[in-house]
């Protein structure tokens, strides 16, 4: 079994680009009275190793193996249930071309087909949009819709080759469902419902963002029955589209019985519900007068009503209604801060500014209110749809930086239309014909044509602009390889930092298989995919409490943690540090961040304020609280580092990043010992000495092997 | 109140009988029995309990299912809205059904369990 080798790696980075975490929109400042350079982590680029190594998995043992791993060498020592935690559609896509393909003997290695799936997709999702812009205008603005999609940086991010991401395929079956949808409420027509409720499976397979859909379309159906524009294709297609596409729905084993349970949900239900009343009280209404009809009429709603309130009353009495957060639809920030600090850390969940708006999608952000304006003069059902998508898209893009994604498409659509409209009108030479030709006519004429080429000119530098800015913010800010950092020296030549790889490449070789690994739960897919070491936190942060236990070993003093690290049977600690190269996504910058969520489960043990001074600063010179200058993460950041002197004009001892003299100098460990250090001082590895109390956790160690 | 409820019903009813065409009648028969069938599902669920979920979910969401199918197929071939589906004839209708179906029960069979 191949893994990610070293020279496979090589190979990788040359040829293919992977998306950076250093890009201005993928950080945020944080303006605490802490300190204004706290950077807070970046989620996605880690997850890319977490969704090969399932594909891996997928691949060499087969489906039903996948849908039933638990994976052992993650969350130690709980273990994951990988099939009933995950959105299989982007493994099972995956898995699926690979297996076309090698059957029709074009062997492709499983590693290539990942890396290139995002930019297939990205196509798709331009036909897509193309397919779908049509339907709502007419076919040139599909054409500038499908062409804006194309380069637009706020999906490019998503998809550039070796963005091997849930968001690559969601957008193109977001898309296409949302293409289905209209073509079945234009038609009225079973067939494109049904191709509506299949997208809709491979999309809930495929992103947790299907809830946006299923608000979605029932809240369009519930608008269009306020604007009296029932239809009876309206019912057809959205009764069916309910229908099949919960039952789709739950065939998925992390959805499981979600759609019937959650509150998410409950919109499409009660809009089913009340359309069914509905399209039977207008049938009533086309049989009987309108006195007969007002008594049926009254004694259905009471009867209505009754029911609903009895069922309302008997499920909440019972407990089985649960009003669940809505998490990712509507986070409100100042809650999560407050009360779930693990979503609040995340930088992709803070709120977006002006300048990612821009940043992602430049003038499309301008046009995009003209074609809304457009849409909702020259009203229908799909215009209707397409309204209503853009409000509740730019409301959620405003609340979180990673839901701008969900903006992107229908701000390229409306956007296409408003271009295309402005085209239409300024570039159509109808008026001429009519007006006879006259003197003074011509004069006009010729003014005429002056305006029009003049608008013209203009749209089309726009666009041409426009098509500039997405090169070059391609080719800058997403297309450098997340995992080796560059910089620039004062000759402008590059300088690699290769550190993160050389210190995986340290652990998979100088390590025991069956080690475990402690460290922040940003870098527990890296481990666990290029190291191929257990590990005891990671990406899918599904368990606070373990998380927190791992967050108050960094935070505690060294006997502490060192009892915790002995309950976890933890052998190696490994850290991120930036104090030499001046990288400020290192571990010291985040460990407010676990500090608070280690307080959110042991708040007797580690309280915030005690790492602040008494002025309520956070520093790591002499000035620094004593708590945070003899906790672990500190000891483990600055070991050996009092005697680096990086420059003759700063003092030995001086934080690049955080631009202080380190305060706690003579750093000594009583139960670790350094085992790695990078060549920039990046990563750092300590080993947990074992010292004989522990020999149960040996002995189990040697029966398990 | 309840006389003239009454007499509205049996109203209903005589119109009904007298103007629907026969085909319209037989999918309503089927309609009917499809409604029996799923509410004496759902009693046999409240009686005896929700183990396994999954089985009385997909049955019943399979008689919902073809209810539904059921009343978009009447909708859609009934004469009196042949101008809203202009391009939609009974037979492409009854395919279209018969389609939906196939998806329909593919899907329960799965998650029956």
């Known amino acids: 079994m191949d893994g990610l080798t070293d020279s496979g790696h090589g190979h990788f980075n040359t040829k293919h680009k992977w998306r950076t975490e250093f890009s201005g929109c993928n950080y945020v400042v944080k303006n605490d009275t802490v300190a204004n350079h706290m950077r807070v982590v970046s989620l996605s680029s880690f997850l890319l190793r977490f969704n090969y190594r399932s594909t891996h998995h997928l691949t060499s043992n087969g489906f039903y193996e996948f849908l039933n791993w638990f994976d052992e060498r993650a969350w130690y020592p709980l273990g994951r249930i990988v099939g009933g935690t995950v959105y299989p559609g982007l493994m099972v896509t995956a898995g699926l071309i690979h297996y076309v393909l090698n059957l029709l003997h074009m062997t492709v290695h499983i590693r290539d087909v990942c890396v290139f799936l995002a930019p297939i997709f990205s196509g798709l999702t331009a036909i897509s949009t193309f397919l779908l812009t049509r339907e709502l205008w007419n076919q040139g603005a599909g054409l500038l819709a499908a062409c804006f999609i194309a380069i637009v940086p706020g999906y490019i991010s998503r998809s550039v080759a070796g963005s091997f991401d849930n968001e690559g395929i969601a957008i193109f079956a977001l898309q296409f469902t949302y293409y289905l949808w209209v073509k079945s409420v234009k038609t009225g027509s079973v067939f494109w419902t049904i191709g509506c409720c299949l997208s809709y499976f491979y999309m809930v397979s495929a992103w947790g963002g299907y809830v946006f859909i299923i608000n979605l379309i029932p809240l369009h159906v519930f608008v269009l029955l306020l604007m009296q524009r029932y239809s009876r294709r309206v019912y057809i297609a959205y009764s069916t589209f309910y229908i099949v596409g919960l039952v789709l729905s739950m065939q998925i084993p992390f959805v499981g019985f979600q759609p019937i349970r959650t509150s998410e949900h409950m919109a499409a239900a009660g809009v089913f519900a009340l359309l069914q009343a509905y399209a039977f009280l207008q049938y009533l209404k086309d049989r009987l007068t309108k006195q007969e009809f007002q008594t049926l009429f009254f004694l259905g709603v009471s009867l209505a009503a009754g029911v609903v309130f009895l069922t309302v009353i008997y499920l909440t009495y019972t407990g089985k209604f649960s009003l669940s957060l809505m998490r990712y639809l509507c986070p409100p920030p100042r809650y999560a801060k407050i009360h779930i600090p693990i979503i609040a850390s995340v930088s992709e969940h803070q709120p977006t500014t002006w300048v990612s708006f821009f940043f992602d999608l430049h003038i499309l952000v301008c046009t995009f209110p003209a074609g809304l304006w457009f849409c909702i003069k020259n009203i229908n059902d799909e215009r209707v749809f397409v309204a209503l998508y853009a409000i509740s898209a730019v409301y959620f893009a405003g609340v979180m930086v990673r839901l701008m994604l969900t903006l992107t498409p229908v701000v390229c659509m409306l956007s296409a239309i408003a271009f295309s409209s402005v085209f239409e009108h300024y570039l159509g030479d109808d008026q001429k014909k009519d007006s006879p030709p006259t003197e003074d006519s011509s004069d006009e004429d010729d003014k005429r044509n002056s305006g029009n080429l003049i608008v013209t000119m203009l749209m089309l530098m726009l666009l041409m602009m426009f098509a500039v800015h997405c090169t070059w913010v391609t080719s800058n800010a997403y297309s450098s390889p997340s995992v080796v950092l560059a910089s620039y020296n004062h000759d402008g030549s590059r300088n690699i930092l290769d550190d993160f790889r050389e210190a995986y490449y340290w652990l998979r070789q100088n390590t025991d298989e069956h080690a475990r690994v402690m460290s922040w739960w940003d870098y527990g897919y890296q481990i666990a995919g290029m190291a191929n070491r257990t590990t005891l936190v990671d990406n899918n942060t599904w368990n606070n409490s373990h998380i927190a236990l791992v967050g108050k070993a960094m935070s505690s003093n060294e006997s502490a943690a060192y009892q915790i690290m002995q309950s976890l049977d933890v052998d190696y600690v490994l850290i991120i540090f930036g104090g030499v190269i001046g990288y400020s996504g290192d571990d010291i910058n985040k460990f407010l961040w676990m500090v608070r969520i280690a307080e959110g489960e042991h708040p007797k043990d580690i309280r915030e304020s005690d790492y602040f001074t008494p002025q309520g600063e956070f520093r790591v010179d002499k000035a620094g609280s004593p708590t945070l200058l003899n906790c672990l993460m500190y000891k483990m950041s600055y070991y050996r580092f009092g005697e680096m002197q990086l420059d003759f004009r700063t003092p030995p001892g001086f934080d690049r990043t955080r631009n202080a003299e380190i305060g706690n100098k003579d750093i000594k460990f009583k139960h670790l010992e350094e085992a790695f250090t990078s060549e920039h001082w990046l990563v750092r590895i300590y080993k947990v000495k074992n010292e004989g109390s522990s020999r149960t956790s040996s002995f189990l160690r040697k029966a398990r092997s | ?113």
């Open chain 2, 1 to 113: 109140m309840s006389s003239s409820v009454f007499s509205v019903l049996s109203k209903f009813v005589a119109e009904y009988r007298r103007s629907t065409p026969a085909k319209l009648k037989v999918v309503d028969a089927y309609l009917l029995y499809i409604l029996l069938t799923g509410a004496l599902q759902f009693f046999y669920c409240v009686l005896v309990g929700t183990f396994p979920f999954n089985s009385f979910l997909s049955g019943f969401i399979s008689c919902v299912g073809a209810f539904v199918l059921g009343v978009c197929l009447r909708i859609q071939i009934n004469p009196q809205n042949k101008s809203e589906f202009l391009s939609l004839s009974p037979e492409r209708a009854f395919a279209d059904f018969l389609f939906a179906h196939a998806i329909l029960h593919l899907v329960v069979v799965n998650f029956i369990g």
